[in-house]
């Protein structure tokens, strides 16, 4: 039973370049979220979807990233033009169909990402 | 605004020590809080988690410790080990339909001398 499985595990872009980081949750898990850890701070919190929708991306910058879980395959975060302050660790994590009150997410092993 | 902070940032224990990390919430709203522990190279994955009915929770060598009118809560890892040097998270969930957002602290990292 494999775990939340991203790729790639290290990126790297030039300024201006488009990043993809992919997501496959664990089996039969339905939610997905993506958070972003910078250096020496803790994970904050991005993005909620579900396959096909998105439930809240409060969190996520207004311009440049959007987040997609289509209905066959992976969750996609997508930055586009990538800056140097977008480098950071990018963690996806999902939880099952129907998340109890304690909503445990299971995370993946995250997709570092280094912008030259 | 940080909604979680946690202390201290990092933190040196001699193998069968007394690890202790505090965490203070500001959000009143929040009812679930988990920590989380991490690994070089690896996700987070979680440890153990409190709501704020009870005092205390144990599972092993790890206990939380609660205090609601504070907003303060604190992990303890007994007789701590090396294989217990990672780096620790709290966070904290809950309030207002968005029990899935985790609000997480700056994480201490735990080295466990031999």
């Known amino acids: 039973n494999a775990g939340v499985m991203q790729n790639p595990r290290h990126l790297v872009r030039r300024r201006g370049q488009e990043a993809r980081l992919r997501c496959s949750p664990m089996?039969?898990?339905?939610?997905v979220y993506w958070y972003r850890q910078l250096p020496e701070e803790g994970l904050k919190f991005m993005v909620y979807l579900q396959k096909e929708n998105i439930i809240d991306e409060s969190g996520m910058p207004k311009e440049r990233f959007s987040a997609e879980f289509p209905k066959e395959g992976p969750s996609i975060l997508r930055i586009q033009q990538v800056v140097r302050g977008d480098s950071a660790a990018y963690f996806c994590?999902?939880?099952?169909?129907?998340?109890?009150?304690?909503?445990?997410?299971?995370f993946g092993a995250g997709t570092r990402l280094s912008v030259l | 605004q940080q909604q979680v902070k946690q202390s201290p940032q990092s933190l040196i224990v001699q193998k069968g020590g007394i690890s202790i990390i505090n965490c203070a919430y500001e959000n009143t709203a929040f009812d679930y809080f988990p920590w989380y522990q991490q690994f070089p190279g690896k996700g987070p994955a979680l440890l153990i988690a409190i709501r704020p009915d009870v005092s205390e929770k144990k599972e092993g060598r790890f206990t939380i410790s609660f205090n609601k009118s504070a907003k303060q809560f604190s992990l303890h890892i007994m007789d701590s080990q090396p294989g217990d040097s990672a780096t620790y998270f709290c966070?904290?969930?809950?309030?207002?339909?968005?029990?899935?957002?985790?609000?997480f602290g700056k994480g201490t990292l735990l080295t466990v001398n031999p």
């Open positions: 089996k039969g898990h339905s939610h």
């Open positions: 966070a904290a969930t809950g309030g207002g339909g968005s029990n899935y957002k985790l609000t």
């Open positions: 994590a999902s939880s099952p169909p129907v998340p109890d009150r304690k909503n445990i997410q299971y």
